[in-house]
Nanobody, 123 residues
Framework: QVQLIESGGGLMQAGGSLRLSCAAS????????MHWFRQAPGKEREFVAA????????YYADSVKGRFTISRDNAKNTVYLQMNSLKPEDTAVYYC????????????????WGQGTQVTVSS
């Protein structure tokens, strides 16, 4: 059983930057593909970024490509999401998620979830 705890969310003006962190425990971090999803009020949860467990290949939603960077530190059991050039439409609860088998853009297919951290971007 993997436990995930997100941190680093907050209030930021448009154009600013934030770095989210997700600390994992209770499992073998390096054996899991890691993801970030987000959910805005009244909207479905959507894929943001993912990083694979072995090669460290990265994947991004078109809406964040070129602005967000996902990375992982297997020694610290932590995955990061560096968010630059933030826009008001990035406002959402951001969730860290882990899966042993797949890298996926579909939330229903991911095994473990954190509780989420709020990111609010003001215009």
């Amino acid at each position: 059983q993997v436990q995930l705890i997100e941190s680093g969310g907050g209030l930021m003006q448009a154009g600013g930057s934030l770095r989210l962190s997700c600390a994992a425990s209770g499992g073998t971090f390096s054996s899991h593909h890691m993801h970030w999803f987000r959910q805005a009020p009244g909207k479905e949860r959507e894929f943001v970024a993912a990083i694979s467990k072995i090669v460290g290949s990265t994947y991004y939603a078109d809406s964040v490509k070129g602005r967000f960077t996902i990375s992982r530190d297997n020694a610290k059991n932590t995955v990061y999401l560096q968010m630059n050039s933030l826009k008001p439409e990035d406002t959402a609860v951001y969730y860290c998620a882990a899966d042993r088998v797949v890298v996926t853009t579909t939330p229903d297919r991911v095994e473990y979830w954190g509780q989420g951290t709020q990111v609010t971007v003001s215009s």
